[in-house]
């Protein structure tokens, strides 16, 4: 049997899965950045 807890549990739990979302795409995106930079100075050192 499940007890009622309310709504602030639900609530809070989704904005925890969304907030580790966001932050695993963050360090996805800044680990990536800095290889990403560097391609695009060679690109336009070139000119």
């Known amino acids: 049997m499940t007890l009622y ?16 979302v966001l932050l695993v795409l963050f360090a996805f995106g800044v680990v990536l950045w800095i290889p990403i ?3 695009f100075r ?4 070139k000119n």
């Open 37 to 39: 930079k560097r391609f």
């Open 5 to 20: 807890i309310g709504p602030g549990i639900g609530l809070g739990t989704l904005l925890i899965i969304v907030f580790i």
């Open 42 to 45: 060679k690109i336009f050192s």
